[in-house]
């Protein structure tokens, strides 16, 4: 079942701006976060430096402003690139709540790095990071809709096929022949997200699908 979304309701459950989850998200792996924070570092001592050297040009703001936004980084880093993923979703011209079932369930691996590190003989080896996803396949009355994959927890082993399950879906059309994009899911019986980045607000979320779905 498809229910349309206004655009002022998609606004609300997906905000333009990152909320506190999504930076949680955002801010990565650890080493992403020590990337985050050399570049911030070392381009904002750089910049700031050569702001010193340009006190009495013209320029000296703008390398003052461009040194703190470099030291700043860590923190804005994160919020914009959870902002722009929000916007991906949000730029679709039309939006619905689905109401479906979970068609199907798999696992499967992914390489989420490399990295070398030495054997017992002292040889140089790659070394994999595995991580086991899991995949739900998500249908409705209609036929096949789409699916949502996501790092898989200990929590996640309680899917199971037929499950209903709620979402967002996105189209380009006022007719959904074509479903474009999905947002983060919601399975209400046994009250577990599945998603690998919560573009929802799950509070108002659950709201709105209380008083839609009854």
């Known amino acids: 079942m498809l229910i349309p979304l206004r655009t002022e309701e998609l606004n609300r459950l997906i905000p333009a701006v990152a909320t506190g989850n999504q930076f949680r998200i955002a801010l990565g792996s650890p080493q992403k976060i020590l990337q985050r924070l050399m570049i911030s570092s070392i381009g904002g001592v750089i910049t700031l430096l050569i702001s010193q050297s340009q006190v009495s040009s013209q320029f000296y703001p703008l390398w003052l402003l461009i040194g703190v936004a470099f ?36 696992l499967r691996e992914k ?11 002292g040889n140089l080896e790659i070394v994999e990071d595995r991580r086991t996803w899991m995949f739900l396949e998500i249908e ?24 209903r399950i709620l979402c967002v879906v996105l189209s380009e059309g006022r007719d959904f022949s074509k479903i474009v994009a999905l947002s983060d899911a919601w399975l209400p019986a ?25």
């Open 71 to 106: 030291l700043l980084f860590i923190l804005w880093g994160p919020i914009a690139e959870a902002s722009r993923k929000n916007n991906q979703l949000r730029k679709y011209p039309f939006s619905a709540l689905l109401s479906g079932q979970v068609s199907n369930v798999y």
């Open 111 to 121: 390489i989420e790095g490399r990295k070398e590190q030495a054997n017992k003989i």
């Open 140 to 163: 409705d009355e209609d036929g096949y809709v789409g699916e949502v994959s996501f790092p898989m927890e200990k929590i996640h082993q309680t899917i199971r096929i037929g499950n």
């Open 190 to 214: 046994i009250k577990i997200w599945a998603g690998e980045y919560p573009f929802l607000l799950r509070p108002a979320f659950e709201e709105i699908c209380r008083m839609r779905f009854r």
